[in-house]
């Protein structure tokens, strides 16, 4: 007889479906509502619905996320990218160097925080080098899947998959997984994949403006100098051979060279060691001149560049401002505010000569690069109005640089030899950003997931339920009776392809967590090793390229690279069919 416990768990299993699939509510309001009817009728115990917050392995998704973002603040990454690519120029050599190096580093950080650092630095990279950012921007998420589902701690995935580990009561001695346990389909698969992504791209993606270069916010152009440093590697080299004057959105008006001006700048004019570059420019391109290693310098800055923080505003003069008739040089704005004028714009107006020598009217915006007392200096000042900040910097020293990037990789050494747990040495990785004053007590909740850790709990609650109703045990069965005359390789491709219909219906988190309990249900009952199953549906989860809601770096990517769902179905789903096959060979060689 069926128990009325089993049928409102299915009923419950129904509404979860439905309400995702047709985006009525969200996955966390969802997972509440479904947890709560569930509790109110008696299925669940309260304790049983929040032993979650005390369950280690979700802390530590938290923490790792939470150590991610601190990372993704300051321009450590930045910087490791652009020492790798400052010298490439071609789309093949971009995308080859790129996918290897996201999949490496994503392996230890998570891939979100990697591709939400990235993204802004391969868009523009694209602008620099008139490559369509559509030709990147899906490579760079995929290289980030393939190097976060290699490791327990590159994907929320993988962590949500462990905390469920953790708490399932059916099986009470299956130990966590481990760091490199995923290893055995990942690595093969970054290599694989990074293959295909090479050889795929260019034929696949769509050649497609990114959305934002239609929108006219930040699309000013500006006028600025730039000086050629003492030890640039321009000096000696035609305008032809530096590559500046194909900058997308950078044009070069004049050169002034000690006492002379050249204008309408021939290519073949060749550059000297203190040569000013008057430019005109897209406020983003001007932003990244300060932190690109282009061997320019802008002039106004060269102090301030010597800070550990700094950002980029956009301000307009007001009517009755001090400013107005002034030059640049003689407003003393950076002894008033802290902060260095590095381009003007007026609109419907060419601005010539330095910019230093340039008098200020009402309705200039300024570009400004800002010293940490700006803020503070500017909270009366009836000169201008803010419009916008562009651009953040944070600068780090060397050394704890080398502190917050070898203690990430010790921690993760020492955890995979069981010498201290990977949640204690995280947390220590954290106090020390805190220490080091990257990051502070007051930021730190401010970078908390509190949407996830709470589908997490949920996600564990509802798994409880399943197996206590039965409902894991009658979807267990189905999938026996379906799947098994192919043999336990037959049942790890039910179990991944289910999760991967799921992961496209209702998103990777709900999938996991409704098909997790039939996977540990169908090991339980085949008497084997239930590893090979948890971890089918943790890349199945993970994996599938096919789909922009299929994985949030994919969302993430959908927009700025003008996708549509046939964009990412064409080069998607033969990587999706390639990951799958490695995943349920591999996993069948080494635990069948």
């Not at 034929?203 to 270069?213: F, S």
């Not at 949407?451 to 009658?474: D, F, H, P, R």
């Not at 990587?575 to 995943?583: E, K, P, S």
Request: net charge positive; with cysteine; charged share 15%.
């Amino acid at each position: 007889m069926v128990s009325p416990d089993l049928i409102l768990v299915f009923i419950v299993l129904a509404f979860i479906l439905f309400t995702l699939y047709n985006k009525l509510l969200g996955i966390s309001f969802t997972f509440l509502i479904s947890v709560i009817v569930l509790g109110v009728f008696g299925i669940l115990t309260p304790a049983e619905i929040i032993s979650g917050f005390g369950n280690e392995q979700v802390a530590l998704v938290i923490l790792i996320l939470l150590y991610g973002e601190v990372l993704r603040k300051t321009s450590i990454i930045e910087n490791a990218f652009d020492r790798i690519f400052r010298k490439v120029k071609t789309y093949r050599g971009f995308l080859s160097r790129m996918v290897f190096f996201i999949a490496a580093i994503s392996t230890i950080i998570s891939n979100t925080s990697l591709v939400a650092v990235l993204m802004p630095y391969v868009h523009g990279w694209s602008k620099r080098n008139n490559v369509y950012p559509s030709r990147l921007l899906i490579p760079l998420s995929y290289a980030a899947i393939l190097g976060g589902t290699a490791t327990l701690i590159g994907t929320s995935t993988n962590m949500i998959i462990n905390s469920m580990v953790e708490e399932q009561t059916l099986l009470p001695d299956l130990p966590p997984l481990q760091i490199f346990d995923f290893a055995w389909v990942g690595i093969p698969m970054i290599f694989l994949g990074a293959l295909y992504l090479i050889l795929a791209s260019k034929p696949l993606l769509p050649l497609k403006k990114a959305i934002t270069d239609d929108l006219q916010t930040h699309n000013r152009e500006y006028v600025v100098e730039a000086r050629v440093k003492a030890n640039s590697h321009l000096i000696g080299k035609t305008l032809a051979e530096t590559g500046l004057t194909e900058i997308k959105g950078l044009k070069l008006l004049a050169i002034l060279r000690k006492s002379f001006k050249i204008t309408s700048v021939p290519s073949d004019v060749m550059l000297d060691k203190g040569d000013i570059l008057i430019f005109t420019g897209e406020t983003k391109i001007i932003a990244d001149l300060i932190t690109t290693n282009s061997g320019l310098v802008l002039p106004e800055i060269d102090m301030l560049t010597k800070m550990k923080k700094a950002e980029v505003f956009e301000v307009v003069i007001s009517q009755n401002s001090s400013l107005i008739d002034k030059t640049v040089h003689d407003s003393n704005f950076r002894g008033i505010y802290d902060a260095a004028i590095i381009a003007v714009h007026r609109n419907g107006e060419r601005i010539e000569g330095k910019l230093g020598n340039v008098e200020l009217k009402a309705g200039d915006v300024l570009l400004l690069f800002t010293g940490e007392n700006f803020v503070s200096r500017t909270a009366d000042t009836n000169d201008f109005y803010f419009i916008s900040k562009v651009k953040e910097y944070m600068k780090l020293e060397g050394w704890k640089t080398a502190i917050l990037v070898g203690g990430a990789l010790l921690v993760i050494l020492l955890a995979a030899l069981h010498v201290i747990s990977l949640f204690l040495g995280i947390t220590f990785m954290v106090l020390t950003a805190m220490v080091l004053k990257v990051t502070s007590p007051k930021e730190i909740p401010g970078s908390i997931d509190y949407n996830l850790a709470l589908v997490i709990v949920l996600s564990l609650a509802l798994g409880t339920a399943m197996i206590k109703s039965g409902a894991a045990t009658i979807l267990a069965n189905g999938m026996l009776s379906a799947f098994l005359p192919m043999g336990k390789a037959g049942v790890l491709f039910g179990i991944y392809l289910i999760t991967v219909v799921l992961t496209v219906t209702v998103t990777s988190k709900a999938a996991i967590a409704l098909v997790f309990p039939v996977a540990l249900t169908i090991a339980y009952k085949l008497g084997v090793n239930p590893v090979p199953f948890i971890m089918s549906v943790s890349f199945a989860g993970a994996c599938t390229f096919f789909a922009p809601h299929g994985y949030v770096t994919n969302l993430m990517v959908s927009g700025p690279g003008g996708y549509s769902f046939r964009d990412f179905l064409k080069i998607g789903f033969p990587l999706t069919i390639l990951y799958m096959i490695v995943a349920i060979s591999m996993l069948s060689l080494i635990y069948f």
